[in-house]
């Protein structure tokens, strides 16, 4: 980081890891890219990708523990981490819902990926 530059905004999110919980996470990707500048289309995008990303870390249904959200605000764009601890004492990635969220978020981010477990994703999207 440059001198004199302050270090990027973080903002923590965390949620039981079950599907109703979902919603709060767009809400807050929303209201956070709204803040930061990005057009609709960019928002409607982050929303897209956040949403796939939580429904990827909930698996395996009805295993119980938490998805935090890490928004990370960058002078380029956002950056989200989303980390769940349900089932973490196995890797337990889907590899259907893991094509489904690749389909769907390759075209939503500008980089994202997917740890080998499917406990963490890491999404970016700069402003345009």
Same mark, same amino acid.
């Given at each position: $980081?440059?001198?004199?530059? /302050? ?6 999110? @965390? ?7 979902? !919603? %709060? /996470?767009?809400?807050?990707? *929303?209201?956070? #890219? ?11 995008? %982050? !929303?897209? #990708? ?8 909930? !698996?395996?249904?009805?295993? *119980? ?13 956002? +950056? &989200?981490? /989303? $980390? *769940?601890? /349900?089932? @973490? ?10 094509? !489904?969220?690749?389909? &769907? ?5 500008? #980089? ?7 406990? =963490?994703?890491?999404? +970016?999207?700069? =402003?345009?």
């Amino acid at each position: $980081m440059p001198h004199g530059e /302050a270090p990027p905004e973080q903002i923590r999110l @965390a949620l039981p890891a079950e599907p109703e919980y979902g !919603r %709060l /996470a767009r809400i807050t990707t *929303s209201s956070l #890219a709204l803040r930061l500048g990005f057009t609709f289309p960019e928002i409607d995008d %982050l !929303r897209l #990708a956040v949403d796939e990303t939580v429904i990827l870390l909930l !698996r395996p249904e009805g295993v *119980s523990g938490e998805i935090t959200l890490t928004f990370t605000i960058e002078s380029s764009g956002l +950056v &989200i981490d /989303a $980390m *769940s601890t /349900a089932g @973490a004492d196995q890797p337990w990635i889907d590899q259907g819902a893991l094509g !489904r969220f690749e389909a &769907i978020v390759g075209d939503t981010v500008d #980089a994202y990926e997917v740890d080998e477990s499917g406990h =963490h994703v890491h999404l +970016v999207k700069r =402003h345009h």
